[in-house]
């Protein structure tokens, strides 16, 4: 299969990782940032998460920090409330003002998460100009899809994503779902599929791609 790498060849590269959560950007697309940072010798990764406050807020600078972010914006939307308005829109166009990435990283448009949909559709909106790629997040919605472009992943990266997602977040340790068995799962399903040398990969969504 014929491939595209977003780092050969490359000197600097700047990312936009957007997440509506604490913990939505290291699910999605932790394993590609792990290994842009590995293979490229200027890896500017500008992190934002809109939502977090208190412990789930020191939690999302704990993730960030595990994989290698730069500069690290948390925001304070009311968790699953969020909702189209001014107030959001306006953040975004800062945001645009402030950095002007090479990829942007965003939810899934089809996710089933409200507040996951809009930022999907606000980082289209605002970022007309970039690669967007959309990363997807598993959960008892069951709105996992087909996804059309594939980032396979080397064991030790798969490890590492796995191992950082544990230890940075402590309060979802309660939670059936969130473990090594689940994530390693999708990573498998989805190396199964672009048949990548270690059986593992991380999926995305890429609506707009220019060749």
Not at 17 to 39: S, V
């Amino acid at each position: 299969m014929l491939t595209l790498d977003l780092a050969r060849g490359r000197e600097r590269l700047s990312v936009l990782a957007l997440g509506a959560h604490a913990d939505d950007i290291e699910i999605g697309c932790g394993g590609l940032l792990l290994r842009l940072a590995a293979e490229v010798p200027v890896f500017e990764l500008t992190w934002v998460v809109l939502s977090g406050q208190g412990e789930r807020a020191a939690e999302a600078r704990a993730g960030a920090a595990a994989f290698g972010a730069t500069t690290v914006e948390i925001e304070d939307f009311e968790d699953a409330f969020f909702k189209y308005g001014r107030e959001v829109k306006e953040h975004f166009e800062r945001l645009k003002a402030r950095v002007s990435p090479d990829l942007v990283l965003t939810h899934q448009g089809s996710d089933l998460h409200q507040d996951h949909r809009l930022v999907a559709e606000l980082t289209w909106n605002t970022f007309r100009d970039q690669l967007i790629l959309e990363y997807e997040i598993p959960k008892y919605d069951g709105d996992l899809g087909t996804p059309n472009a594939f980032v396979p992943l080397a064991e030790a990266y798969a490890r590492r994503k796995i191992d950082a997602l544990l230890r940075s977040f402590p309060s979802q340790a309660s939670k059936p779902w969130f473990d090594e068995s689940l994530f390693r799962a999708l990573l498998r399903l989805r190396g199964m599929e672009c048949r990548s040398p270690s059986g593992l990969a991380e999926a995305f969504y890429a609506r707009k791609l220019v060749l």
